[in-house]
């Protein structure tokens, strides 16, 4: 795994998260993808090492999960998934979850970090996490 990211600013013709990764996925040449959402400003610092780690053969997905519940917009996408991606969005399905289903996931526990996937979407939260942290 190497040390360089690359920010991605694109339009899609298809919405939301599943879009974007899509629109990633099309643009760019790699074996595998990382996604993480933007208004998460507490991921675990051990995030990638510990979602690598969980990769073998037959992994297609890596997901996080915080002991509760999934964090579905806090993945890994190996390259093998885009057909299946694209067929999926072309057939009018935006449900990250249901892509799980046809594709080899594994789920990365992050139970002793749950409070790192916090997530921020309005001015109170985001004034509330500030003085929390």
């Known amino acids: 795994m190497g040390n360089t990211a690359r920010f991605l600013v694109t339009s899609s013709n298809f919405p ?3 879009g974007g990764i899509h629109a990633a996925m099309a643009q760019l040449n790699a074996e595998w993808y990382g996604f993480v959402p933007c208004d998460c400003p507490n991921l675990p610092h051990n995030l990638l090492e510990k ?3 969980a990769i073998d053969a037959g992994t297609e997905i890596v997901v996080a999960h915080d002991g509760e519940s999934v964090q579905p ?9 885009f057909e299946r991606l694209e067929n999926f969005l072309n057939n009018g399905d935006r ?14 526990d992050f139970s002793e970090e ?8 309005t001015p109170d939260e985001l004034q509330k996490y500030g003085a929390l942290s």
């Open 16 to 18: 939301g998260p599943l």
């Open 51 to 53: 979602m690598y780690a």
């Open 73 to 81: 917009v806090v993945t890994m996408y190996k390259r093998d998934v």
């Open 95 to 108: 449900k990250i979850v249901l892509l799980y289903d046809i594709c080899n996931t594994v789920f990365v």
């Open 114 to 121: 749950h409070d790192a996937f916090v997530n921020l979407n």
